[in-house]
């Protein structure tokens, strides 16, 4: 089938109350890929599940082509040769989406301030915002963030608190990091969180061999433990020796 002889059959949920969302992603891929849509709504529990009887499936969407059931919205993907990540698997793309967003915040916040995107102090904002956001990731679930960090935390391991404690300590540095304010606190602070972070996380990856999830974006995060953790805190530790180096770093 070519061109606009291409289509398509789709049941999903429409009712007063709830619109399922993978349905109109359904919609939405298939008119995408040029197909007509003859689109049914399932507007009542008792349609949905009467359908899912029916058809024998646990879950609405549902799609078919040519007579055959292709199945629910990430079926629908797969169908077109997209990829769909498997249930718990882990992904940088976290992290990624993270520093990218940081570096343009401090490029932006650079060029606002001194008309370049490009100056030293939008490499410091860089790695000030980055603390302050990877902070605010963890303090969302303090409970579920200190479980996952106490997999590797060598200090935390020993002395529990500390994991509770570490997103708000590193969040207050990037704050002062960011203002440039009370160096003589903020430069040792960071000094000594990312270097307890980069031993623990070298030991438990590079030593151990251990696979583990990080705990860097937060307790529910799947980015696994490893070169971009370890990043994390040799950036933190960079920037406060950036900070003790004086008058080429930040305003002391």
Not at 104 to 124: I, L, N
Request: hydrophobic fraction near 50%; glycine fraction near 10%; charged fraction near 15%.
């Amino acid at each position: 089938m070519t061109g606009n002889a291409k289509r398509a059959t789709l049941y999903r949920m429409v009712m007063p109350d709830h619109v399922c969302p993978y349905g109109i992603k359904s919609k939405w891929q298939l008119e995408r890929h040029g197909y007509t849509v003859d689109d049914h709504w399932l507007t009542t529990r008792e349609a949905t599940d009467a359908f899912k009887w029916e058809h024998s499936v646990q879950t609405t969407p549902q799609t078919f082509i040519d007579g055959k059931r292709i199945g629910g919205n990430d079926d629908l993907t797969r169908f077109f040769g997209g990829r769909v990540a498997a249930p718990g698997a882990t992904s940088y793309r976290p992290v990624i989406a993270l520093f990218a967003m940081t570096a343009a915040m401090a490029m932006a916040a650079s060029f606002a301030a001194t008309g370049s995107p490009f100056t030293v102090r939008a490499a410091e904002w860089f790695v000030s915002f980055s603390m302050c956001v990877l902070a605010m990731l963890k303090l969302q679930d303090v409970e579920k963030f200190s479980s996952m960090f106490l997999n590797y935390d060598l200090l935390a391991r020993r002395w529990v608190p500390y994991a509770y404690a570490y997103p708000f300590l590193e969040g207050l540095a990037g704050v002062l990091m960011a203002a440039g304010a009370l160096p003589w606190f903020a430069a040792p602070l960071g000094l000594t969180i990312g270097t307890i972070g980069a031993v623990s996380v070298f030991k438990a990856v590079y030593v151990d061999r251990r696979t583990l999830k990080c705990a860097c974006v937060g307790g529910s995060s799947n980015v696994p433990l490893g070169f971009v953790s370890l990043t994390e805190n040799l950036f933190m530790i960079g920037m406060a020796l950036w900070m003790i180096a004086g008058p080429g770093g930040m305003a002391m």
